[in-house]
């Protein structure tokens, strides 16, 4: 939502129509695919960062295990 705010100072207005602001066709695909990466990028940080938690979470679970037997 704070990526949307942020881009609509940078939209053109094309003109005031009976549908109110229209803008322009090329500007709002560059938007939305503007924002399928950002949400793309998003989702496979978030894995990556899972996936490191979980092997430093491996880790530390055979260091306590070694240190008990």
Known sequence: MEVVI???PFLRLVKW?????????????FVTGFLIVINFLNRHFIF??????MRLYAKIFVIK???LI
């Open 65 to 67: 295990t070694m240190k």
């Open 6 to 8: 942020a881009l609509v």
């Open 17 to 29: 129509g009976a549908n109110g602001l229209q803008y322009d066709l090329a500007e709002s695909v």
């Open 48 to 53: 990556l960062l899972q996936k490191l938690w």
